[in-house]
């Protein structure tokens, strides 16, 4: 998907990580229980799903981060009726896991090959980055997220997302093909584009 070491994050990669972290918290944590059922940008997923697929992403993740590898499978019922608390315990796992001593000094081990650490911690914040931003857009809440989150999300998404890893949902693939955002609309509108969203499309249940 890229060269190795590409776009690691600037600064401290693990403070940026937890930034995003953060603001995925708060988001979640204004979803009211009634727009479980809502429409996403992920058009497959109503918001309830998509809260717990985050989830899931942060269990993995966490597996990653101790040196395992990404294993595909259906995604059980991981959020009960705390998704708050469920989004934050696994948050809490997964940081803990990238402050361990020596956690950015190794490889990880990807579909495509070995990569290292600091490229999968780039590629876990961008894909929190993207799913904040639709859980978010789908509950009406703000938007305009943390812009240094923003940024590098969107700069590792234009070094790593190759057309080869695009495609519709039918096709398996987890990302859309980008969506032309004008060069001026908001930093998380422009992220939303390059990863297959259409910021300016009214959200449908599925199948609309």
Known sequence: MADRGEAAPAG???DLLARTL???DAIVGRVRREQATLP????SWDV???VNHLVHDLQKFTVMAH???WEPGDEADVIGDDWAGAYRGAAGGLLAAWRRPGALDRTVRLAFGEMPATWSLGQQ??????HGWDVAKATGQPTDLDPEVGRFAL?????NLRPQFRGDEASGRAFGPEVAVADDAPLYDRLAGWFGRDPGRPLTARGG
């Open 12 to 14: 401290d990669p693990v």
């Open 22 to 24: 953060a603001q995925n």
């Open 40 to 43: 996403t940008p992920c058009r």
């Open 48 to 50: 309830r799903t998509l």
């Open 67 to 69: 040196g395992g590898s």
């Open 125 to 130: 914040v961008t894909d929190l980055a993207v």
């Open 155 to 159: 700069e590792w998404g234009r070094q």
